[in-house]
């Protein structure tokens, strides 16, 4: 079994901390003893679940609940894929876990953003959150067969953008700071629904029109810039 190192690179601010603090305490906890990535994968996602029910009472004291779970999951998301390359226990069977509970219950176009529809629709009545869940829904499809097809920058970014992304809110432009703040934002854009949920049960301030509508931003922006990149790669081609 391979002892676990502390180097991380290419990391966002956010993910170095998430990352942090689940290397230096979760998984340090973990890797020694008899519990398996797979295991590991299926408890962060019973927490969601869970939390998903706390969310659902709506009010303060158990959306708080809700909120630290789900933010306790979200440290967890690393833990598995650590162990697995630890104790070297790397399965197929993993990867397909993985994979199928991030789709169906974190992402905003996902169950967690309908069940967000919900919980804002019954507390200001407004049914236009569960129109704007659909289109994003709509826009994250789109941006997923445009990058299939296009072959456009991928998500997920090389550890020279991470690096940059790092640090780039400081001492950079207004223009890369700008970029950088959208690209963190999409990768983080669950956050932005929790947090607004959070800030509502506090302050009674109701955000959540706003959010949603940033959030579909978010996401045109990205399958747009996929479908404007694809085209000038088409056109170079056609011309060359």
Do not use: C
């Amino acid at each position: 079994m391979e002892k676990p190192n502390s180097y991380f690179k290419g990391e966002t601010f956010i993910h170095t901390v998430f990352r942090f603090i689940s290397f230096k305490i979760v998984t340090k906890i973990l890797w020694n003893r008899n519990v398996t990535p797979n295991q590991v994968t299926v408890f962060r996602n019973v927490l969601v679940i869970i939390a998903y029910l706390f969310f659902l009472q709506m009010k303060l004291g158990y959306f708080a609940i809700g909120f630290f779970l789900f933010q306790f999951a979200e440290l967890l998301d690393s833990v598995d894929g650590d162990l697995a390359r630890y104790k070297k226990m790397q399965s197929k069977v993993g990867v397909w876990l993985e994979i199928f509970f991030d789709a169906l219950l974190t992402p905003v176009w996902s169950l967690f953003g309908l069940m967000f529809a919900y919980v804002f629709y019954k507390i200001d009545g407004n049914s236009i959150y569960f129109i704007l869940w659909g289109l994003v829904g709509f826009s994250a499809n789109l941006e997923s067969v445009y990058y299939r097809h296009f072959k456009g920058m991928q998500e997920g970014l090389s550890d020279a953008q991470h690096d940059h992304i790092y640090f780039g809110f400081i001492g950079e432009s207004w223009k890369t700071k700008i970029r950088n703040f959208i690209i963190v934002s999409k990768i983080w854009e669950n956050q932005w629904l929790l947090f607004s949920g959070m800030f509502y049960f506090l302050f009674h301030i109701n955000t959540f029109l706003a959010v949603w509508v940033w959030l579909l931003l978010l996401n045109q922006i990205h399958w747009v810039r996929l479908a404007y990149k694809g085209y000038k790669d088409a056109m170079r081609k056609d011309l060359g």
